[in-house]
C-alpha cells in the first residue's frame, strides 16, 4: 500500500465518519417529530427507540460472519446508503408499519457500519503505526454538529421529516458513494501481519479471539456509552428541572457537550502520541467523573454547564481508543474483536437512560448522575488493557514503515 493510498484511504474513511455522524443526528434529534408523525404514543415510544439499539447489535454481530468471507470495505460500501435510504423512509411513511420497517432497516445497517468503519480504522492505524483512530471519531462529532444544527433549521422552520431529509440525502448519497471508492485497508490488516506472513489462529492473543482478554475493554465501552447517553438523554431536564433553568438555556449542556467532544477528539490523537493510550484514558476518565460531580453538586445551571463541558472533553477519547486498543490486543483477528466490542456501544447506550431515569425517579436526579461517575471511574481499574506505546506496535510486530504518512 502507497502513502498516497493510505491517505486517500484515510481521508474517504473520515468522511464515513462524518456523513454517519449527520444521518444519527438527524434521526435522534427529531424524534418528537417522528412521534407525532406516526401517532406513536408516550408508551410505545420506548419500544421504538430500543428497537434501534438492538438490531444495531444484531447487525454488528452478523458483521462479524460476513467480514470472514468479504472485506470490512466492502460491507461500509453498502450499509452507509442503506443507513441513509432508511433515514429517508423514517421520513417518507405515513403508517405505523412504515416507520417501524424504516428503523428496522436502520438499526440492523447502522451495527454494520459501525463496526465495518471501525475495523476499516483499526487496520489503517496499524498502517500508520500511530494513533489516528480519535481524528476518526472527531469526524463522526463533527457531522452530529452538522446533523443536529440541520435538524434545529428544519423544526424551526417547521419543514416535514420529508422535506428536512430528503436534500441532505440527496446529498450525501452520491457523496458517500464516491468516497467509498477509496476506502482501504492497511497492510497486515486481517488474518495477515505487517510483514505478509499469516497470523493464524494460533497467533495466541493476537489470533485467536479471546472473550475474557476483550471483556476489560466491553465494560470500558459499556461505562463510556452508559456516560453519553446521561448527558444526550438527561442534561436538558437535569438543568431544567434541578438546576432550575430556562427552557431555553436547558438545550445549551448538550450542544456545548458536542463541540469539546468535537474539540477533544482532534487533539486526541497528539495526546496519545506523545503521553500513550493509558495515560489519555486514565486522563479523560478523571475528567469525566469529575464533570459527573460537578453536576450533582451544582448550585445553578452555570455550574452545571461547566460540569457537562468537561464531561465532553472526558469522555471523547475513551471510545476510540477502547476500538484501538481492540486491534493492538487482537492483530490477527482485530475484525471479529472491534464487531464483538461494538455490541457493547449498544448496551452502554440502553442501559443508561433508564438507569439514570430509575434511579432519579426512585431517589434523585441529582444522587443519578453519581452512578455514571462511578462507573467512568472504574475505567481506571483497566487502564492497562490499552496497552504500553511503544516501539512496537500490536501484539509485538513492528511498526510498518509508513509512520510519516500525514
Known amino acids: 500500500m502507497t502513502d498516497a493510498g493510505l491517505r486517500h484511504g484515510r481521508a474517504s474513511l473520515g468522511l464515513s465518519f462524518g456523513v454517519q455522524g449527520v444521518a444519527f443526528a438527524l434521526l435522534v434529534t427529531r424524534i418528537p417529530a417522528i412521534q407525532d408523525q406516526y401517532g406513536i404514543s408516550d408508551g410505545l415510544l420506548p419500544v421504538f427507540l430500543a428497537a434501534v439499539p438492538i438490531l444495531a447489535g444484531a447487525g454488528s454481530v452478523a458483521t462479524e460472519k460476513v467480514v470472514a468471507r468479504v472485506r470490512p470495505s466492502v460491507v461500509l460500501r453498502w450499509a452507509q446508503p442503506l443507513v441513509l435510504l432508511a433515514l429517508l423512509g423514517v421520513g417518507a411513511g405515513r403508517e405505523m408499519w412504515h416507520v417501524a420497517v424504516a428503523l428496522g432497516v ?38 452530529g454538529i452538522a446533523g443536529a444544527s440541520l435538524a434545529w433549521a428544519g423544526a424551526r422552520w417547521e419543514l416535514s421529516l420529508l422535506a428536512s431529509y430528503l436534500p441532505v440525502v440527496a446529498v450525501l448519497l452520491p457523496v458517500a458513494l464516491t468516497g467509498s471508492r477509496w476506502y482501504t485497508e492497511g497492510k497486515g490488516a486481517e488474518g495477515k501481519r505487517p510483514d505478509g506472513t499469516e497470523a493464524g489462529a494460533g497467533a495466541g492473543a493476537g489470533g485467536a479471539l479471546s472473550f475474557k482478554l476483550l471483556l476489560p475493554l466491553c465494560l470500558i465501552m459499556t461505562f463510556a456509552y452508559i456516560g453519553d447517553s446521561t448527558v444526550s438523554n438527561w442534561s436538558a431536564k437535569y438543568l431544567q428541572d434541578v438546576l432550575g433553568s430556562s427552557e431555553q438555556l436547558a438545550t445549551v449542556p448538550y450542544n456545548l457537550y458536542m463541540v469539546t467532544t468535537l474539540l477533544g477528539r482532534a487533539v486526541g490523537d497528539l495526546g496519545v502520541r506523545r503521553f500513550g493510550a493509558v495515560a489519555v484514558v486514565r486522563g479523560g476518565s478523571l475528567l469525566a467523573a469529575g464533570g459527573f460531580a460537578v453536576v450533582a453538586v451544582a448550585p445553578g445551571a452555570w455550574v452545571g454547564m461547566l460540569g457537562f463541558t468537561m464531561l465532553g472533553f472526558g469522555l471523547c477519547v475513551i471510545v476510540p481508543q477502547t476500538f ?16 464483538r466490542l461494538n455490541i457493547f456501544n449498544y448496551v452502554g447506550f440502553l442501559v443508561g437512560s433508564p438507569l439514570v431515569g430509575a434511579l432519579g425517579d426512585a431517589w434523585s436526579y441529582r444522587g443519578a448522575m453519581l452512578v455514571p461517575m462511578v462507573l467512568v471511574l472504574a475505567t481506571l481499574v483497566y487502564a492497562r488493557a490499552f496497552g504500553p506505546e511503544t516501539a512496537r506496535y500490536g501484539g509485538g510486530h513492528e511498526r510498518p514503515r509508513t509512520a510519516d504518512v500525514g
Open 106 to 143: 436502520f438499526g440492523l445497517a447502522v451495527g454494520a457500519l459501525d463496526a465495518s468503519m471501525n475495523m476499516l480504522g483499526v487496520s489503517l492505524q496499524r498502517a500508520y503505526g500511530r494513533s489516528i483512530m480519535t481524528g476518526f471519531h472527531a469526524a463522526y462529532s463533527l457531522g
Open 324 to 339: 484501538a486498543a481492540a486491534g493492538r490486543m487482537f492483530p490477527g483477528n482485530s475484525h471479529a474483536a472491534v464487531a
